[in-house]
């Protein structure tokens, strides 16, 4: 009889995630018959309720807005890169039924912004101070960068950063949203915000031809402020090159067996190509 071994993502939404498509495609080429990967809405206050729930059945979570910082608290043993961050989007399953967080965001972050010629040294503004902007931290401290403005519109969320900038080594500066114009002329801007909140900057927004934008988002998209990125000849980063990234290291985590990286990929492209063509 086929083992039968269950994965997710939680997060509130859900229901536009895509990574059950990425997953599944991978459990599918890599052969793993019995494996499946769903999406279960879950709010804050709802996960450690739900993850003490699970059965043996389940080899380990991936976690969106806005678990990723409460995640820390339900986990028996968190990774370092996690620690370093204050938040975790992976919960994997240990033998002995513990879980244990880590944080494939960062690294996800560091291959996707490399790839698209990010160099070291340089500056970082991220847009938001949530999960994501933890993560955005570390891989910025990562790539060694020279210093990361944190722009968002409440001054308590920076403070909150704060801590996590001096684990990281990271000199940060705080700024107020309606001054985020102001901060774009960085070598790397990367939004973390929820949808629609940094749209109304695309029309405000004076990119410099040398840099590179990330947006965290992938539904919609393009965002408005990746499109007017785009037309200022930005190099724009997607969203769903960050899916993909931290879904491979997911994937290991979860199976124990390499990412089929091409087949996951693949998966994505065809799924985000038929959703923008029913217009969802």
């Known amino acids: ?82 620690v370093a961050a204050g938040a975790a989007n992976t919960l994997v399953r240990r033998p002995d039924g513990s879980w244990y967080a880590d944080n494939t965001d960062v690294p996800g972050m560091v291959d996707v912004l490399t790839e698209a010629g990010v160099g070291t040294g340089g500056t970082v503004t991220v847009l938001g101070a949530g999960g994501t902007a933890r993560a955005a931290c570390a891989a910025a401290a990562r790539l060694g960068a020279e210093s990361v403005t944190v722009v968002a519109r409440r001054a308590a969320a920076i403070d909150e950063l704060r801590p996590v900038a001096a684990t990281l080594g990271v000199k940060l500066a705080g700024a107020d949203w309606a001054d985020a114009p102001a901060h774009t002329g960085a ?46 000849g930005v190099r724009v980063v997607s969203g769903l090159d960050l899916l993909l990234a931290q879904a491979l290291g997911q994937f290991t985590h979860f199976t124990g067996v390499p990412a089929p990286r091409e087949a996951m990929a693949a998966a994505l492209a065809e799924a985000r190509t038929g959703r923008t063509s029913a217009g969802r």
């Open 1 to 82: 009889m086929t083992e039968v071994r269950r994965a997710a993502v939680l997060g509130k939404p859900i229901a536009h995630s895509l990574s059950p498509v990425i997953h599944n495609a991978g459990y599918a080429a890599a052969g793993l018959t019995g494996w499946s990967y769903t999406a279960i809405e879950c709010a804050e206050a709802e996960l450690p309720g739900l993850v003490a729930g699970l059965g043996p059945e389940w080899a380990g979570l991936s976690l969106t807005m806005p678990l990723k910082e409460v995640a820390l608290a339900v986990a028996d043993e968190v990774a370092p890169v996690a």
């Open 187 to 232: 070598d790397v801007v990367i939004s973390t915000v929820p949808k629609g909140v940094a749209d109304p900057l695309a029309g405000s927004v004076d990119w410099q031809p040398g840099t590179v934008f990330f947006d965290a988002l992938y539904d919609p998209w393009p965002t408005p402020l990746a499109a007017a990125a785009q037309a200022a």
